[in-house]
C-alpha cells in the first residue's frame, strides 16, 4: 500500500499539481501511521525520535563545517553530503 500511495504522490509532483501532492502526501502520512500501528510503534513516538536525531546530525555537520571555517550552506553539495554521512556516523 505504501508503494501505491508513494506513486500516487510522486505523479502528483511530475505532474505539477499541488493540490493533488497535497492530498497524496496526506495518504502517505495516513498509511505510515496505519504501519506503525500494525507495528505497535507509537507514530508520534517515532517521529519525535528521527526529528531529534536529524537535529543532532545537522548540529554536528554545522559544527564540522565552523571548524572549517565555513557555514554548511555554503559548503557545495557534494560536501555536504560527505559531512552529513560522518554526522550520521555519529549515531
Keep these: 500500500k505504501l508503494r501505491e500511495e508513494q506513486a500516487e504522490l510522486e505523479a502528483a509532483v511530475a505532474a505539477g499539481d499541488r ?3 497535497a ?9 505510515l501511521t496505519s504501519i506503525a500501528r500494525h507495528l505497535d510503534v507509537p ?13 543532532g546530525r545537522a548540529r ?7 571548524t572549517r571555517g565555513t557555514a554548511l550552506a555554503d559548503l557545495a553539495e557534494d560536501e555536504r553530503e560527505r559531512l552529513w ?5 555519529g549515531d
Design 43 to 55: 507514530a508520534e513516538m517515532a517521529l519525535r525520535d528521527a526529528t531529534d536525531r536529524f537535529v
Design 85 to 89: 554521512a560522518l554526522a550520521k556516523d
Design 60 to 66: 554536528r555537520a554545522a559544527n564540522v563545517a565552523a
Design 23 to 31: 492530498q497524496e502526501l496526506g495518504d502517505v502520512l495516513l498509511t
Design 19 to 21: 493540490t493533488a501532492a
